[in-house]
């Protein structure tokens, strides 16, 4: 066995050194086969992982390679396999090979909403690799699923399919805030798209102010002089000389600079960041990794801060000028070079890495501009621009203000991203929220770092046995995931639907809606608070309507574990909408 792994390994280094010099030489695609033949001698299930690893990333960027002779047998063997990664690996190489059953197994694991979440991403991803030819209808049809939706938008922009843009702006509306971006920029990626999209803005399908900076950049690159036209009507022209560039800092710093009674509203600055900047940037451990991290940057200097976001173009950095990659089927992908053979490049974009095969590339440019795109803060008004500068000048974290844009972000039913709490207590199961206890002696929450004003919040819950005590509390004060205080609707036995004020005054409203509650089943239950009014229901029944002007207007939302006996209680569907202009 162990002459078998080490003959394995030598060929393996040998098969990956020949892809890097070049994949597409029959040696290396000879080497494969010898590998393939390797892998039907063995038995040893972490023989085949190790080997099975290598093949897989030796042929990063390649859609199809010819079929080993041995491969059939051996694929036989490894779908036997008691090592689940084994399988799965074993079904990813088979897709390269253009093994027919490998395609149907794997749209098979995406489409099952029941399957293990991460299995069905892989699945998609090793479909989407191989570019499979009939893969646009399943995406439409995986964006009404919560756990795929993001990836299937992403991936629709790899694909020339006439339906795409009516599901995207049909759906626009029900995505969250990264979602909405995933989809602007799936529509800037193609001509057809970007000719939806301008319509779609233009009838306030899609609000213009929701397209970022850097899909307008994308979609100026499009050779299409309707939409260029479009462009110029939506947005105008954006100022590239350095002498406007100058004016404009100038009117920022002067503007900024003079005395305000606005007190900055920091969750709002950290709203429009989110919006603005997060898709590229880190700041205080969020955000994303395409440009650098700037929670240690000069953010407190405004002028440093202004000649950055204004003229990004001024020093670019070698690590972050832009590439621009057009395919043969007028794709357009803008990123920062991340790795390069002489199969494929891959390109870091807002989206997520995207490996493009050499010979699908029909032009490629660096770009004389910056990643980071001019006019980010053009569309601020002043309060808006007070609120970022003095979140970009702070010096820890804030809470996430809710708004329209990000509210269906609350929640993104597969991990506690932006919530606080002890994960002994707390944990997400098939995108359910699930907060269990053996018995507590003080109190346990699971805290949003979303704060809310105005708002309706719709969510599903269920109390196991009918067992103990749980509540949401909204508006509140945090001091950590133990101290929560403010109000709260109550869940459990004779408390259902009641309101309390915790280390405040107590009971609020002391109504019950326990005859509404489905014991031991999932219940709906909503919460509305506009002003000093708030209502709750349970099942479509009202349980509780109080206007009491003492109640907190602006303040977290969490979830509590009772002192007491064992207990659990779960929380699905949540959806949070944000209630402006009452």
């Known amino acids: 066995m162990m002459f078998f792994r080490s003959c394995a390994i030598v060929m393996l280094f040998l098969v990956c050194n020949a ?5 597409q030489d029959a040696g290396a695609d000879d080497g494969i086969a010898a590998l393939v033949e390797v892998l039907g001698a063995s038995d040893d299930a972490s023989f085949h992982l190790d080997i099975l690893k290598g093949i897989n990333d030796a042929l990063k960027g390649r859609r199809k390679i010819d079929m080993p002779k041995a491969w059939p ?10 090592d689940a990664q084994v399988r799965e690996l074993a079904q990813s190489l088979a897709i390269v090979f253009g093994d027919a059953s490998a395609f149907d197994a794997h749209k098979k694991t995406m489409m099952d909403g029941a399957a293990d979440a991460a299995a069905r991403k892989r699945s998609l991803d090793s479909l989407l690799s191989a570019k499979a030819a009939d893969l646009a209808p399943l995406l439409h049809a995986l964006i009404s699923d919560k756990a795929l939706r993001s990836d299937a938008i992403k991936a629709l922009a790899a694909y020339d399919d006439a339906k795409t843009p009516a599901v995207l702006i049909e759906n626009y509306k029900t995505f969250s805030l990264p979602e909405k971006q995933a989809a602007l920029s799936t529509l800037a990626s193609r001509a057809a798209y970007a ?3 301008i319509a779609a803005i233009s009838s306030s399908a899609i609000p213009r102010g929701d397209v970022p900076a850097d899909t307008v950049r994308q979609l100026r690159l499009i050779k299409d002089d309707k939409i260029q036209a479009a462009i110029m009507n ?3 022209k954006v100022n590239d000389t350095p002498a406007d560039k100058q004016k404009r800092i100038v009117e920022l710093t002067a503007m900024l600079g003079k005395a305000s009674t606005y007190e900055p509203d920091l969750p709002r600055g950290r709203a429009i960041f989110a919006q603005t900047c997060a898709q590229c940037h880190m700041l205080f ?8 991290d700037i929670t240690g940057s000069n953010r407190n200097n405004l002028d440093y801060l202004l000649q950055n976001v204004v003229d990004p173009n001024a020093l670019i950095g070698k690590d972050y000028q832009a590439t621009e990659i057009r395919t043969e089927d007028d794709q357009i992908i803008v990123g920062i070079l991340e790795r390069e053979d002489d199969s494929a490049v891959t390109l870091k974009t807002t989206g997520g890495s995207i490996i493009t095969p050499k010979n699908e590339i029909s032009s490629r440019r660096l770009s004389d501009n910056s990643m980071m795109p001019q006019g980010l803060i053009d569309h601020l008004k002043e309060p808006e621009l007070r609120d970022f500068v003095a979140y970009m000048a702070s010096t820890s ?9 990000n509210a269906l972000g609350l929640f993104n039913g597969q991990d506690l991203s932006n919530w606080v709490g002890d994960d002994a207590y707390w944990k997400v199961e098939r995108g359910e929220i699930v907060g269990k206890s053996s018995g507590l002696k003080e109190y346990r929450y699971l805290v949003s770092q979303m704060v809310v004003t105005d708002f309706h919040l719709k969510l599903k819950v269920k109390l196991t046995s009918d067992a103990g005590n749980s509540g949401i509390f909204f508006r509140a004060a945090m001091k950590d995931d133990r101290h929560v205080s403010g109000p709260q609707a109550d869940i459990g036995q004779a408390w259902w639907g009641k309101l309390v004020e915790s280390e405040g005054r107590g009971t609020l409203w002391d109504k019950s809606g326990e005859a509404y509650v ?4 999932w219940n709906d239950y909503e919460i509305r608070a506009v002003g000093s009014r708030v209502q709750t229901w349970i099942n479509g029944q009202l349980c509780a309507d109080l206007t009491d002007a003492k109640l ?3 303040g977290h939302l969490a979830l509590q574990l009772h002192i007491g006996d064992a207990m659990e209680v779960r929380f699905k569907d949540v959806e949070l909408e944000v209630v402006e202009g009452k």
């Not at 047998?73 to 008691?82: A, F, I, N, T, W």
């Not at 451990?285 to 650098?292: A, D, E, F, H, L």
């Not at 804030?398 to 708004?403: I, K, R």
């Open 19 to 23: 892809g890097q010099v070049s994949a």
């Open 73 to 82: 047998e051996v694929y036989k063997l490894l779908k036997q396999s008691k």
């Open 195 to 197: 000719h939806a999209l």
């Open 234 to 236: 939506l947005w105008g």
């Open 285 to 292: 451990g969020t955000g994303g990794k395409v440009g650098p």
């Open 397 to 405: 974290q804030t809470p996430l203000l809710a708004t329209a844009n």
């Open 518 to 521: 489905k014991k031991n089943e």
């Open 552 to 554: 907190a207007r602006r």
